[in-house]
């Protein structure tokens, strides 16, 4: 399989499980990465359409309906020679209910895609998981001139590692556009960066945890940081000395 074929299965079935199709996705690390990223937007497009209806909303509809068609029955004097009102039969109760359904449902949907309460903690995680399988075991020690051919899009400059051990960076499709994902060495296992653009429509919370993980978010001047690692990890230490080695040319 060409790597235009794989780009292409990889967009339209991300979750191909073919032969083919799985060694092209681990023939190299930009191929594991697009894979991620493609099984990140699959599951983004599965989690805004899958929403639940109101409870009884088909009914209330129904009823409306019902009542108005009662309401012109008493005011509406009867036209001579027009036929008498009958009540609804299954077959046309059947296409109100459905209709309520899609009406529902793309109100829904369309909510759900505007909604600016969305969290930068969940996007940041919801990632990580995502992206985990196939970066977790990369070693691909990453220097300091890698390190800024990334981050320079993002108007940052790191000055040096100071010891840092990076196993890991490139741009991730994150949410409404790019972000920096960086993998580091810490004390209890790995820890994940995000340099995300502040004009992303997320909520920012200063600290979250899910599971054996935690996170903490530094806003920044160009961006807020995101970092994330073992519930055992001082992330604060590391976030201090990032901070003061990031140079910020906006």
């Known amino acids: 399989m060409d790597e235009l074929e794989f780009r292409r299965n990889a967009m339209i079935t ?18 594991r990465a697009h894979l991620a990223e493609m099984k990140q937007l699959d599951h983004a497009i599965q989690k805004a359409i899958n929403v639940d209806l109101p409870d009884g909303l088909a009914e209330r509809i129904l009823l409306k309906q019902a009542l108005l068609q009662d309401d012109h029955a008493e005011h509406d004097p009867p036209m001579v020679g027009a036929r008498q009102p009958t ?27 505007g909604s600016p309460t969305l969290s930068l903690a969940d996007v940041a995680m919801a990632h990580l998981h995502t992206e985990a399988p196939f970066i977790s075991r990369l070693d691909e020690r990453v220097n300091l001139s890698a390190i800024n051919a990334k981050m320079g899009a993002y108007g940052a400059t790191l000055l040096g590692m100071g010891g840092l051990k990076v196993t890991y960076v490139n741009h991730c499709s994150f949410y409404q556009g790019p972000a920096l994902h960086m993998v580091m060495q810490g004390q209890k296992g790995p820890v994940t960066l995000f340099l995300v653009p502040k004009h992303l429509p997320l909520t920012v919370p200063a600290t979250f945890a899910e599971g054996t993980l935690k996170g903490e978010i530094v806003p920044l001047k160009g961006a807020n940081m995101v970092l994330i690692g073992d519930r055992q990890e001082p992330l604060t230490p590391m976030a201090d000395q990032l901070q003061s080695r990031l140079h910020w040319s906006i």
Request: negative net charge; hydrophobic residues 50%.
């Open 14 to 31: 991300p979750d191909d499980q073919q032969p083919d199709f799985l060694a092209a996705a681990g023939a190299s690390p930009h191929s």
């Open 87 to 113: 009540a609804p039969s299954w077959r046309q109760l059947a296409i109100a209910a459905s209709i309520a359904f899609i009406l529902g449902m793309s109100t829904r949907w369309i909510e759900g895609l």
